[in-house]
């Protein structure tokens, strides 16, 4: 009788001991399924993000005060448009993926792609040294919180 008892509790504490070892691992691909999603999520954001500054810096370097040609700027501006399409969406994911800081970082850079994509509107529309200077003014501040942004999903990427 001794023995079976001995077995059963034998038994028991192998079987509690798998399911811990089987819950750690679980756990640990979780948390790095959700790193990995976050990761590619960000990179996606700042890959967008870096090309709406490129593409907007380039504009940037040949305004004059007399303006670049309208239809060149219209050109810049159906791409600028389609670049803030995306991302928008990419900062929806990270809206959804986290964590609120990063969140918080992406939707302001998002909102800021909406003024630049108003700045360069007005620009298309009058080409006039005013409205250069305020394109100007709005794609500094941007160019400042993308860095923002990269550095506060750095942070979170190496705080989990």
Same mark, same amino acid.
């Given at each position: 009788m001794a023995g079976c008892l001995a077995s059963w509790l034998? =038994? %028991?504490g192998n079987a509690h001991a798998a %399911?811990?070892?089987?819950?750690?691992?679980?756990?640990?691909? %979780?948390?790095e399924a959700v790193r990995d999603t976050r990761r590619a999520a960000y990179l996606s954001f700042i890959e967008q993000a870096q090309a709406v500054s490129d593409e907007l810096s380039a504009v940037e370097i040949h305004l004059? @005060? =007399? !303006?670049? @040609?309208?239809?060149e700027l219209a050109l810049v501006l159906n791409a600028h448009l389609? %670049? #803030?399409?995306?991302?928008?969406?990419?900062?929806?994911v990270i809206d959804l993926e986290g964590p609120s800081k990063v969140a918080v970082a992406a939707t302001e850079l998002r909102v800021m792609a909406g003024r630049l994509s108003t700045a360069l509107t007005?620009?298309?529309e009058t080409a006039s040294k005013?409205? !250069?200077?305020e394109f100007g003014e709005?794609? #500094?501040a941007y160019v400042r919180l993308f860095g923002r942004f990269a550095g506060a999903a750095a942070a979170a990427l190496e705080r989990e």
């Open positions: 034998t =038994s %028991r %399911r811990i070892q089987v819950d750690t691992v679980t756990s640990a691909q %979780r948390r004059n @005060p =007399s !303006g670049i @040609p309208s239809e389609d %670049r #803030h399409r995306q991302l928008r969406q990419a900062a929806f007005a620009l298309t005013e409205n !250069g200077d709005i794609l #500094h």
